[in-house]
């Protein structure tokens, strides 16, 4: 009897394992299919956004020329981060300083870059023009 009784205390454990690994690897399947398609849409928006900003570089470069040209000065905008400001504030200031075309693109890369908790509080002098990489490295530094 004690024979008996241990063979299906076995086997009924090993059917349990069995069942609990497969279940367990179709799952991991699904999260790591989900993983790569939320990495892909990173990249993609990544993509896209340093694409927006070498495009908004590259028409800032000419209408920069052309005002180098008639007033022969940079044009500089001040901002102040205060302490408890979040990344989406900083965005608004940038945004209604016309230092940034978008702010969702801007928070996108902010984010992608891991930077949005290391925003420095200040005043920062930013050059209008500039692209949003050296945006995100003159108020994180």
Known sequence: MNKIFTLILIIGIS?????????????????????NTKKNQLNQTINKTKNNSQNQEDNNQVT?????????????????IQNGFTSNKVADILY????????????????????SSKLRVG??????????IEIINIITN
């Open 15 to 35: 059917i349990g394992l069995l069942i609990g690994s497969s279940i367990n690897i179709l799952i991991n399947k699904d999260y790591h299919q989900t993983e």
């Open 64 to 80: 920069n020329k052309e005002s180098l040209n008639e007033n022969n000065k940079e044009e500089y905008i001040k901002i102040i």
């Open 123 to 132: 005043e920062k002098t930013i050059k209008k023009g500039s692209s949003m």
């Open 96 to 115: 209604e300083n016309e230092l940034i075309l978008n702010k969702n693109d801007f928070l996108i890369l902010l984010k992608s870059l891991d930077l």
